[in-house]
């Protein structure tokens, strides 16, 4: 039996609300593309300790993690309506367990034009660190 792989999709709150608006179950249009996928809910990893935050999880073999990310672009690109411009984005982030026994594959979906919540706290200290050397060329003078 080849290796299976835990796949959590993270949907940012924008893609939620898009897809309900499309009236589409992502995990089932996942599903008609790859039969061989399970759905399973489980308590989800990166949750705060005593959380029971749940997740649905898809498992999968090994073989096919890569090919959720063109599946679902591909997914979102057409259901997306023709007079909305839009771009998606999936960031992966994977992590395996200390004893090699599980992979667990994050896939973080979101428009391009919005940013992670960390994201915008690293951009803010880039500028603040910009600014800096030039605010200290201004007080020499």
């Given amino acids: 039996m080849p290796e ?3 796949v959590i999709l993270d949907l940012s709150p924008k893609i939620q609300t898009f897809l309900d608006e ?3 179950d992502l995990y089932e249009e996942i ?5 061989s996928i399970r759905l399973e809910m489980q308590s989800d990893p990166e ?3 005593g959380s029971k935050d749940v997740v649905t999880v898809i498992a999968v ?3 096919l993690v890569s090919a959720l990310t063109p599946i679902i672009l ?3 690109n057409m259901i997306t309506p023709p007079n909305r411009a839009q771009t998606w984005v ?3 982030l994977e992590t395996r367990q200390p004893d090699g026994s599980t992979t667990i594959h994050r896939k973080h979906i979101l428009s391009k034009s919005e940013q992670r919540p960390y994201q915008q706290q690293v951009d803010q200290l880039k500028s603040t660190e910009i600014t800096r050397p030039n605010e200290a060329k201004e007080t020499e003078k």
């Fill in 22 to 24: 499309q009236g589409v």
């Fill in 4 to 6: 299976e792989e835990r």
């Fill in 61 to 63: 073999t090994a073989t």
């Fill in 74 to 76: 591909r997914i979102l």
């Fill in 90 to 92: 999936v960031e992966e």
């Fill in 47 to 49: 949750a705060p300790k």
């Fill in 31 to 35: 599903q008609r593309e790859l039969p």
